[in-house]
Structures are given as structure tokens and as C-alpha cells.
């Protein structure tokens, strides 16, 4: 088993921070204004979604409708 160098390791995290392509302040807010979007999308569909479900399981069950 090789030894655990804490500085080597430290040498390698930084030389891989180095390589990471960071976002620009407009990609960022662009992602999260679609995530924010894509959220409100599904929750919307989600809803009518529950209430037709329910809709329908309150019929079949004669529970109202």
C-alpha cells in the first residue's frame, strides 16, 4: 500500500482546481433562473396532475365529485 503524502495530495487538489472550467457570472444566473422556471413548470403540472387523480378516486369512491 503507498504511503499518504498530505502535501502531494494537496499539490494534486490544487492542480485539479486549476483545470476546472468555472461558469461566468451570466451562465450562472441563466442556469438558475431555468431551474427556478423548471420548478414552477413541474409543480404546476404536479398539481392538476394530483387533482385529477384525486378527482377521480373521489368518484369511483362516491365521496364526492
Known amino acids: 500500500m503507498a504511503k499518504f503524502n498530505p502535501f502531494e495530495f494537496m499539490q494534486d487538489v490544487r492542480s485539479e482546481g486549476q483545470k ?4 461566468t ?3 450562472t444566473m441563466i442556469t438558475t433562473g431555468l431551474v427556478f422556471a423548471m420548478a414552477i413548470v413541474s409543480s404546476i ?3 392538476f396532475v394530483d387533482s385529477i387523480i384525486r378527482w377521480g378516486l373521489a368518484l369511483m369512491l362516491g365521496i364526492g365529485g
Request: glycine share 0%; aromatic share 40%; charged share 30%.
Open 45 to 47: 403540472f404536479f398539481f
Open 20 to 23: 476546472v472550467t468555472w461558469p
Open 25 to 27: 457570472r451570466r451562465e
